[in-house]
């Protein structure tokens, strides 16, 4: 399996492999997936999926939510992790954005990616900046603007329960909450320019944190 993460042609097979235990490891563990699609994603199309990030679980989460050939643009560090480290090192983007060449870098696999079909997933808080909701940090440009130049639509997704499955704290504990999504309809890209990023970014950050708002009563 790993010699085989080194040809570009079996990387969808491992990423459907990575999907089925995903798949499987929800139900045994005892956590109902429910998912509100306002909008499903064409398989065959690209797109730029943001999602908020409360949890390492987000991560595991998203082959579940999503039918799409999709590639994480993560932080580096991941591939320190035994096992899983090394298959996202191999299927995915790694960015240490403490480095401007490293993320130059990533920006220009991530386009190159885009254009050859392949989706991207990516956090734009750009890591788990506040552990509860719906306090988002910031985000980040880098996925809009990968978006616009690539001419791909923005899928916002709102991950509502992940922090109460497995919260961001130590000791490491799993809790059987359902797990609740929201795939929100496409932000448009056609026809939008560089000047847009900002524009675009905060109807995305506003599209969510509405979500987590109204999940939450605020």
């Known amino acids: ?3 085989c993460l080194q040809r570009e042609a079996w990387k969808p097979y491992a990423h459907w492999l990575n999907r089925l235990w995903g798949k499987l490891f929800f139900p045994l563990a005892g956590i109902k997936i429910e998912v509100e699609y306002q909008f499903r994603p ?4 690209a797109y730029v999926f943001c999602a908020n990030h ?3 679980l987000d991560i595991a989460v998203m082959g579940v939510v999503l039918e799409n050939y999709f590639a994480f643009v993560g932080k580096h ?8 480290g090394y298959m996202f090192q191999k299927l995915h983007i790694q960015v240490n954005r403490e480095s401007s060449q490293s993320r130059v870098g990533s920006l220009s696999r991530a386009l190159k990616t885009l254009s050859k079909g392949r989706s991207i997933v990516i956090y734009p808080e750009g890591g788990i900046k506040t552990k509860k909701p719906p306090h988002m940090h910031s985000f980040m ?3 809009f603007k990968m ?8 899928v916002p997704v709102t991950l509502l329960t992940n922090y109460k499955i497995l919260p961001d704290e130590t000791p490491i504990r799993l809790s059987r909450f359902p797990m609740k999504a929201i795939v929100h309809e496409p932000l448009v890209t056609k026809g939008l ?3 847009d990023i900002i524009t675009l970014k905060n109807r995305c950050f506003e599209v969510i944190d509405g979500a ?3 999940a939450h009563k605020l």
């Open 147 to 154: 978006a616009i130049q690539q001419q791909v639509p923005v």
């Open 212 to 214: 987590l708002r109204g």
């Open 54 to 56: 409360f949890s390492y």
């Open 193 to 195: 320019g560089q000047e």
């Open 42 to 45: 064409d398989p065959a199309q």
């Open 141 to 143: 440009d880098g996925a």
């Open 77 to 84: 560090g991941v591939k320190n992790i035994p096992l899983f």
């Open 1 to 3: 399996m790993f010699i």
